[in-house]
């Protein structure tokens, strides 16, 4: 602790004069995957974006060889937009909150290793395609419909248990870190928690649920909420913290009740 009651992070004791960072590449999609390594002088405070614009800037690899730049995505640069994760080191997340000191400290090594999220179609090098993530919040009507643009007076009452909890299922940016850990989440076998926990948020709504009973459809297919195999790797690897097996359990409770008493409705 410090004397301002600040928690002091641990810093590299010996840092080293130089790095390297082993990139996997691709120079297309359906092109075979190759290995880069580069080496950069040590500064601190970098993240892994920063290091990678560094590589840009003199794409050499540590035999001397020229090459193309690295190819990744990035916007916000503040771990809100989600577009900038890979696996780093063999851990799905952001690049732009990844520590280059917190890095080397952890492996005890001096060598990064970055390469693409292996549960999207690989664009090219870093970049993945996740768009599949945008089909499976349709898939289960993650929007509230309007009836118009017209003024319709304050929104309905929600208790302040309610709105706390939608809170933390509304910091989701589609990052796709629990997919990418899911160990259920292969192709079109399961629909995954991203989803899931977005269906749970606008069922919370109190004009959300009255399309409940769609969303709850959107569930209950051959990729449905029924895969979860409960690994729980999605809590751990969510770089929000969103309780995202409490909405797996949470939705899977509505879907049973909605199976067995929905016929009340009709």
């Not at 080191?89 to 001096?110: N, P």
């Amino acid at each position: 602790m410090t004397n301002n009651g600040h928690i002091e992070k641990k810093r590299l004791e010996n840092p080293p004069k130089k790095f390297k960072l082993k990139i996997q590449r691709r120079e297309k999609a359906d092109a075979p995957v190759s290995w880069d390594t580069f080496e950069l002088p040590y500064r601190r405070n970098l993240n892994v974006i920063s290091a990678l614009m560094d590589v840009r800037k003199e794409p050499v690899t540590i035999e001397g060889k020229q090459t193309t730049p690295p190819v990744w995505d990035m916007s916000c640069l503040e771990q809100v937009c989600g577009i900038c994760t890979m696996v780093i080191d063999g851990k799905v997340r952001q690049s732009c909150s990844a520590l280059i000191d917190d890095l080397l400290l952890a492996s005890g090594t001096d060598e990064i290793t970055l390469q693409p999220m292996s549960k999207f179609p690989n664009i090219r090098d870093l970049r993945v395609d996740r768009s599949r993530m945008f089909e499976h919040l349709k898939q289960v009507d993650a929007w509230i419909e309007l009836d118009g643009s017209h003024d319709l007076g304050p929104g309905p009452a929600i208790s302040n248990e309610t709105a706390q909890e939608r809170y933390e299922y509304s910091r989701c940016m589609t990052c796709g870190c629990c997919l990418e850990a899911c160990p259920q989440y292969e192709g079109d076998q399961y629909i995954g928690p991203q989803a899931i926990a977005q269906a749970r948020l606008f069922n919370m709504h109190p004009t959300g649920k009255t399309d409940i009973e769609e969303r709850l459809n959107g569930l209950m297919g051959d990729d449905g909420i029924g895969n979860c195999g409960n690994a729980q790797n999605c809590v751990q690897v969510c770089p929000m913290s969103i309780p995202l097996t409490k909405a797996i359990y949470e939705t899977n409770r509505d879907i049973t009740v909605n199976a067995l008493f929905g016929w009340l409705k009709k």
